[in-house]
């Protein structure tokens, strides 16, 4: 059965939650995949929601930046950044296929 912890182009099972939540989007180099020693990235849709998560996170930054009135709004602002990374991380550990990366100077 294919799941998305299974490499683009030998078919094996290489990857795993932790590894695919580090491996990286489409314009970054991936992680090599342990049977073929190819590079893999996660596709689309983490894309896709890393960008809605991020653009979320930037404006409740903006929000906190400026309509808040505490002394915690820096710590809030850096929480909210930290909370999208993990978010991103959490959704390229488990949801979304990995894909072959759209860069080509990682083909060698
Ligand atoms: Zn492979």
Redesign the pocket.
């Known amino acids: 059965m294919k799941s998305i912890y299974t490499?683009p182009?030998?078919g094996?099972k290489?990857f795993n939650p932790l590894k695919k939540a580090f491996t990286g989007g489409l314009h970054t180099k991936g992680k090599v995949?342990m049977?073929?020693g190819?590079h893999c990235v996660n596709g689309k849709a983490s894309m896709i929601f890393s960008a809605v998560v991020y653009v979320a996170a930037l404006v409740l930054v903006m929000l906190i930046y400026f309509k808040g009135n505490s002394t915690w709004d820096y710590a809030y602002m850096a929480g909210t950044i930290v909370a999208a990374y993990v978010l991103c991380r959490i959704f390229d550990a488990f949801f979304g296929p990995l894909e072959k990366p759209i860069r080509n100077d990682v083909l060698s």
């Open positions: 490499c182009y030998c094996a290489s995949c049977e073929c190819q």
